[in-house]
């Protein structure tokens, strides 16, 4: 459902501003950025903060063209509702076969944060620990379904610098009215993708409308065009009521941990019940490992990459569990995703790490499994059927319960 790629974190301007917030840093670089500009920017970043409410809401339309067929336009819903000091509402929307549909909604109260995914299947998380606003932060799912609108951008506490250090050019083009709104336009050059920006008016400038047109060439000199519109709504210091950030669920609806993770790993627990994919990997020593004559004995794999961090705070924990692994007869394998043996080499060297690697350089064996973040662990029951494929933390909760659990040969 989601392709793999960093997501931007999203800081919504939930809390009120300290008394010792740092003030504006002057633009010293030397870029083609109107002086204009920046002052817009940073009067908008005071009204936002300064605000005791706000809401905005996004309509973003979608024409992509690639090799010159037309894909159909895609329509979505964005709306934001903040009332200091913690409570937020974020809801989501998108036209889908014709009809308006609920995508997301995330509503934190002051003490918990909810977050629903509302199309199928509709799974929810619930936050309960402290400071709930902020972690919709590290609620991935927001950022991701926000992605493309601008609000990812225009709610981070640090607006101003982040558009400031993202933009390489930004020019003023011309005073001109948006829904009877007196806005200042300016063209943005952003991460190759050319941005019209129409700001407004004098006494709230915020952002009111956006073009983005990213041109990609192709092969065959051909090319991929996606044109996006966003047109925005908002409201400053108006009331909004309690109910905005109540959290209803709809009738049926799962909990799960996460979110994001649930729907992301939706093709692997499709996995889980049924015989595990054929698959032959190297062994690092240059040996061969195949899972279908490891048959009749437990298998864990653990799947990681130098490149993660979390991945590297499992490995050091797993060499611990290994004198475990071994008594039960379990046969667990580490498995390096995307890179090569001299890599592998490096980053156990440099650890000082002695564990069993199978190279899974091109991608295969993980993406046979549905896996796309890492670390992921994999657990095989001696008969050959996939038991669990779940996220892993250096606590190793998967490794530890499937050593617990599983039959030893």
Not at 162 to 179: C, N, P, W
Not at 291 to 299: D, F, I
Request: hydrophobic share 40%; proline share 7%.
């Amino acid at each position: 459902m989601f392709s793999y790629f960093a997501v931007l974190g999203l800081v919504v301007l939930a809390q009120a501003p300290k008394a010792d917030d740092a003030p504006f840093k002057p633009l010293t670089e030397t870029r083609r950025i109107d002086p204009r500009f920046d002052e817009l920017l940073m009067a908008s970043q005071t009204v936002m903060k300064s605000a005791k409410t706000f809401r905005v809401a996004v309509e973003m339309t979608t024409k992509s063209t690639v090799a010159g067929a037309v894909a159909p336009d895609t329509v979505v819903t964005h709306k934001i509702a903040v009332r200091r000091p913690d409570s937020v509402a974020i809801e989501s929307e998108a036209v889908i076969d014709d009809v308006r549909k609920p995508v997301l909604r995330a509503v934190c109260d002051g003490q918990s944060l909810t977050t629903l995914y509302d199309l199928e299947p509709k799974v929810y998380s619930r936050y309960e620990g402290p400071n709930p606003a902020g972690q919709i932060a590290r609620t991935l799912i927001i950022p991701r379904i926000l992605e493309g609108s601008g609000l990812e951008i225009l709610t981070r506490h640090d607006m101003r610098d982040h558009i400031l250090r993202e933009t390489s050019q930004a020019k003023f083009v011309g005073a001109e009215e948006v829904d009877g709104i007196a806005t200042e336009r300016f063209q943005v050059d952003w991460h190759g993708a050319v941005l019209d920006l129409w700001i407004g008016p004098k006494d709230q400038p915020l952002e009111r409308k956006m073009t983005s047109t990213r041109v990609t060439p192709l092969s065959g000199g051909k090319e991929s065009r996606v044109v996006r519109e966003a047109r925005y709504t908002w409201t400053i210091d108006q009331p909004i009521p309690d109910q905005t950030f109540r959290a209803e669920l709809p009738e049926g609806a799962k909990r799960v941990e996460d979110v994001f993770e649930a729907l992301f790993y939706q093709e692997s627990a499709e996995l889980v019940g049924k015989p595990a994919p054929a698959t032959a990997l190297k062994v690092l020593d240059g040996s061969q490992v195949n899972l279908a004559s490891l048959k009749g004995k437990p298998v864990i794999l653990v799947f990681w990459a130098s490149w993660s961090s979390d991945s590297m705070s499992v490995l050091a924990p797993l060499a611990e569990l290994e004198p475990q692994w071994k008594e039960r007869g379990v046969a667990l394998y580490t498995v390096s995703v995307g890179e090569d043996a001299e890599d592998v080499r490096k980053a156990l060297d440099s650890s000082k790490l002695r564990l069993p690697v199978l190279l899974d350089s091109k991608d295969l064996t993980a993406a046979s499994f549905g896996i796309r973040r890492l670390p992921t662990t994999v657990v095989i029951g001696p008969d050959g059927v996939v038991r669990a494929i779940r996220r892993e933390t250096s606590e190793l909760p998967v490794v530890r319960e499937a050593i617990k659990e599983l039959p030893a040969n």
